[in-house]
């Protein structure tokens, strides 16, 4: 069974200034490859969604990435896209989704970077308001 990724950018991007002013935090370059490719990459059966405040970045960006939509119902992964996970990791955090039976928080370090969503949300707006209920 499939996932959806929603890798969703924070207020903290501006801190990549210049970067950020251009740019998506999903568009860093980690090795060969940008986060967002890493991710499609890694679980090439997850619906990986790109998601941002900043609505002229992210017209911008989906010119160049088809976006996807919450359509299918399958678990929510949700990941700060400024955060560069090993495959290993995105892989055990994609299982975990999978199995998941309540939602829960994912931290690194004391840093909350995502959290894991058992059932798909109606909207983006639903998936910020389970993250602050969690």
């Known amino acids: 069974m499939g996932i959806n990724v929603i890798l969703?950018?924070?207020d903290a991007?501006?801190?990549l200034y210049p970067f950020a002013l251009t740019c998506n935090s999903w568009q860093i370059r980690a090795g060969r490859h940008t986060i967002h490719e890493r991710w499609v990459r890694?679980?090439?059966d997850a619906n990986v969604i790109v998601h941002t405040h900043r609505t002229l970045h992210e017209q911008l960006?989906?010119?160049?990435?088809?976006?996807g939509v919450l359509g299918r119902p399958a678990p929510v992964l949700v990941?700060?896209?400024?955060?560069?996970?090993?495959p290993e990791h995105m892989k055990g955090l994609a299982e975990r989704t999978r199995h998941a039976a309540r939602p829960c928080v994912i931290n690194s370090e004391a840093v909350t970077i995502g959290a894991i969503l058992p059932t798909t949300p109606e909207s983006l707006d639903e998936i910020i308001a389970a993250l602050d209920s969690v």
């Open 79 to 86: 990941v700060l896209s400024s955060a560069v996970l090993s």
């Open 42 to 44: 890694v679980l090439p």
């Open 8 to 10: 969703i950018e924070d």
């Open 13 to 15: 991007v501006e801190e």
């Open 61 to 67: 960006y989906r010119e160049h990435v088809a976006a």
